[in-house]
């Protein structure tokens, strides 16, 4: 069986803390979908291109990763790239309150496709995408939170 596991999210921008999660899942799988959504009611600060290129840049260096955009239905998009395995990070007991009910949803939606969560490492526990975003729109020094590769401007 290949085992393809597809990592959902913003990646508004990509942070530290996904790139532990991908990298440290690596080992596991065979391909790791990197799926940028592209949800209606979600405000961006950064347009799908850039979080797109961002990845990409990011990740050149595994052939075993493949970014791709998709809307709707996250288990549906798993489907279409084949993936029976769904990759979420937890940092803290709110992550996993909030991940445990959309696993659950998604496991009884489809029973095929299971999540797999990874901690995050202590140090970059604190990292979210939305604290790099304060820290960008108010002129802050943003890198120590972002893979090189996440250069505004
Ligand atoms: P979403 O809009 O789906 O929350 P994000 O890009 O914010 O998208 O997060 C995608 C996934 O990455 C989630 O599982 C989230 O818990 C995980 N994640 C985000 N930041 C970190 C971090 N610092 N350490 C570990 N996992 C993280």
């Known amino acids: 069986m290949v085992k393809t596991a597809i990592f959902p999210g913003s990646f508004d921008p990509i942070t530290l803390g996904h790139v532990n999660i991908v990298e440290r899942a690596l080992p596991l799988f065979d391909k790791i979908i990197l799926a ?45 790239c084949n993936a029976n395995f769904l990759l979420r990070g937890l940092r803290n ?18 029973p095929q496709l299971d999540t797999v969560f990874f901690l995050t490492s202590a140090k970059l526990s604190f ?18 939170f972002v893979p090189e590769e996440v250069r505004i401007k």
Do not use: C, H, M
């Open 36 to 80: 940028v959504g592209l949800n209606a009611d979600k405000k961006y600060l950064f347009p799908l291109s850039k979080r797109v290129q961002w990845l990409e840049n990011t990740f050149e260096k595994y052939p075993k990763i493949e970014v791709l955009k998709y809307d709707g239905l996250t288990i549906e998009f798993a489907k279409e």
């Open 93 to 110: 007991p709110a992550d996993f309150e909030f991940e445990k009910a959309i696993a659950q949803a998604n496991r009884e939606l489809e």
């Open 127 to 144: 990292i979210s995408s939305s604290l790099v975003r304060d820290v960008i729109i108010n002129n802050g020094d943003y890198s120590k």
